[in-house]
Structure formats: C-alpha cells, structure tokens
T-cell receptor, first 114, second 112 residues
Framework: GQQVMQIPQYQHVQEGEDFTTYCNSS?????IQWYKQRPGGHPVFLIQ?????EVKKQKRLTFQFGEAKKNSSLHITATQTTDVGTYFCAGHRAGGTSYGKLTFGQGTILTVHP | DGGITQSPKYLFRKEGQNVTLSCEQN?????MYWYRQDPGQGLRLIYY???????QKGDIAEGYSVSREKKESFPLTVTSAQKNPTAFYLC???????????FGDGTRLSIL
C-alpha cells in the first residue's frame, strides 16, 4: 500500500533558526496537504499543493511539491515559539480506486527554545 | 459557528465492552473520516465516508465499525475485538473527498 515517510521525527531549534521537514511518498500523489498540530490539540490544515514543482509561501513558511509529485518539503524561516507543534504531510494517491483516502506521514515534532 | 464536535472528550472502556464515539458536523460536508493517533505516530485512517449511506475501510478497520445514516453524523464504535483500543481518536470532514480536512478536538479512549 501507499506509504508516506517524513523526516526528521524530531527537531529542536533555537528561536530564530530555520527549520525544514521532508516528506516522501512511495507512490505518485495527486496532491499533498500539510497540517500543524499544537501540543494537546488537533491537526489544522495549512496548505494544499497540486501542481508538479509548485511552491507556495505563507509568511515565514515555504512549501514545495517535487517535480515527480512524490516528495514535498516545508521550510520555516526564523522560527518563533509559536511555531512549536507537530507538522504532518498527507497525500492523496494519484489514480486508483481509493480516492478520498489521505495517507499521513508520521509527523515532525518541532521544539523551539527561546 | 460551523465545526466538528466530538464527544466525549475522555472515555474509559472496560474489557469486553463496546463503546461508541460521537462525531457531528454542521459544515454541510459530504465526506467524513475517522483516524487513530498513537504517540510518535501519524494519523492512521480507520474508516471514511464519501457520502451518506456509504463508507469504506481505511488502513486499520479491524475491531471498529461505523455508520453514516445522516450527512452530519459519523459515529465510530470500538468493539471488544479491538485488543489495543487505547489511543486518541480524531474525526474529520471535508466538503468532498480530496479536499482539505477539518478536524474535531478528539476523544481520548483508555482501558480500565
């Protein structure tokens, strides 16, 4: 079945440092979504990427979708303590009969030290 | 305010007992989902429903059952066949399949 791998599992940074998490799928994706889950909370949708090679920015966050539509990354510039949480990528497999089934990566837990 | 309501927030199950987790949405979404989250792991899909009166198994459906008799409701039953039910259960919905998902606050289930 489809697998989505995410690295690193944990990342500790000093406030102001940059942070990147990477996501790799075993199959080609029709789209990829990113979510953030604060400690004790529920996942909140951040962004969806659809096109090959797509890059989107949200303030200090930059999201990329690979040319082959099998990998993605999230980069945060100059982290702040409010960035603390777990970041998940999640992908829909291209084609097939399981459309609607979103496969999540294991998540990257980000800790920001003030 | 529109949103997804999960209840209860905390639930305790005795051995051999079935329990039902509630999920209600007033977003007028067609698709609804149930996920299980264990520490250090991502979200694993239990069941999903793309439309009323229809649902499909996810990756870890064994020991669980669902129904989708109304558009706004998608209850999950954790049966006694689920041998390791202790986890955080999240319900989500999206306007249609494939679109971004909105999550409820979750239910934490523990075994007594």
């Amino acid at each position: 079945g489809q697998q989505v791998m995410q690295i690193p599992q944990y990342q500790h940074v000093q406030e102001g440092e940059d942070f990147t998490t990477y996501c790799n799928s075993s199959t080609t994706l029709s789209n990829i979504q990113w979510y953030k889950q604060r400690p004790g909370g529920h996942p909140v949708f951040l962004i969806q990427l659809v096109k090959s090679g797509e890059v989107k920015k949200q303030k200090r966050l930059t999201f990329q979708f690979g040319e082959a539509k099998k990998n993605s990354s999230l980069h945060i510039t100059a982290t702040q303590t409010t960035d603390v949480g777990t970041y998940f990528c999640a992908g829909h497999r291209a084609g097939g009969t399981s459309y609607g089934k979103l496969t999540f990566g294991q998540g990257t837990i980000l800790t920001v030290h003030p | 305010d529109g949103g997804i309501t999960q209840s209860p927030k905390y639930l305790f199950r005795k051995e051999g007992q079935n329990v039902t987790l509630s999920c209600e949405q007033n977003l007028n979404h067609d698709a609804m989902y149930w996920y299980r989250q264990d520490p250090g792991q991502g979200l694993r899909l239990i069941y999903y429903s793309q439309i009323v009166n229809d649902f499909q198994k996810g990756d870890i459906a064994e020991g669980y059952s669902v129904s989708r008799e109304k558009k706004e409701s998608f209850p999950l039953t954790v049966t006694s066949a689920q041998k390791n039910p202790t986890a955080f259960y999240l319900c989500a919905s999206s306007s249609v399949s494939g679109q971004p998902q909105h999550f409820g606050d979750g239910t934490r289930l523990s075994i007594l």
